[in-house]
């Protein structure tokens, strides 16, 4: 079945150390968004890529960053995680802008 | 900020109720969608509705648009166990940027 794959389901990462998430997807959607969604809270936007255009929002850290090396995958690095940071990262799909979103399962973060 | 409001914030009800959740938002949309979250999970994309359209069907769910009121509705009827779960109303306004903005959501229980 067609769909969006998030690895690892939970990751525990230190206090200043980098992490890596990782989306997959078999939808060939052109856009891949990453949010991250905190408890009882509506997920918020941190970036999207339309193909290969990288779009960021104005108020996502500096510390956020990703990478979509080609259609199927696309990254979220956090290059030095705060205790903040702690949350759900959730990846979604979509054929194209403004459309139906199709989630991945999303990844728990825990920063220790 | 925000595009979406909804309302209310967690609403209780018996298994076989009815269940209507609103959302309200502030800038000219091209469409408004709903989704619903599993605690713990990603966004399920529930139901679509474009800006020139005023009311749609997908099963047990019923979906109203009022753009001059800048609003929505979504009607679960004859409610389950089962749609226990958090609903929440995204629009993607018209600047087309390719992205959706989140309400806060409405988390609904309902009990056998």
């Known amino acids: 079945d067609a769909m969006v794959i998030q690895n690892p389901r939970y990751q525990v990462t230190q206090f200043g150390k980098p992490v890596t998430l990782s989306c997959s997807q078999t939808?060939?959607?052109?856009?891949m968004y990453w949010y991250q969604q905190k408890s009882s809270q509506a997920p918020k936007l941190l970036f999207h890529?339309?193909?290969?255009?990288?779009?960021n929002e104005a108020d996502t850290p500096d510390n956020f960053q990703s990478r979509r090396p080609n259609t199927s995958f696309c990254f979220l690095d956090i290059r030095s995680p705060g205790l903040g940071d702690a949350a759900m990262y959730l990846c979604?799909?979509?054929?194209?802008?403004?459309?139906?979103?199709?989630f991945g399962p999303g990844t728990r973060l825990l920063v220790l | 900020s925000q595009q979406g409001e909804e309302d209310p914030q967690a609403l209780s009800i018996q298994e076989g109720e009815n269940a209507t959740m609103n959302c309200s938002y502030k800038?000219?949309?091209?469409?408004l969608q709903w989704y619903r979250q599993n605690s713990g999970r990603g966004l399920v994309h529930l139901i679509l509705?474009?800006?020139?359209?005023r009311e749609k069907h997908s099963g047990r769910l019923r979906v109203t648009l009022d753009t001059s009121e800048k609003s929505s509705s979504l009607l679960i009827t004859a409610s389950r166990a089962a749609d226990t779960a958090s609903y929440f109303c995204?629009?993607?306004?018209?600047?087309?940027?390719?992205?959706?903005?989140f309400g806060q959501g409405t988390t609904l229980q309902v009990k056998p």
């Open positions: 979604a799909t979509s054929l194209s802008g403004g459309e139906t979103q199709y």
């Open positions: 939808l060939n959607h052109n856009v």
């Open positions: 890529y339309y193909d290969k255009d990288f779009n």
């Open positions: 800038t000219s949309i091209n469409n």
């Open positions: 509705i474009r800006s020139n359209e």
């Open positions: 995204a629009t993607d306004g018209t600047s087309n940027t390719g992205k959706l903005i």
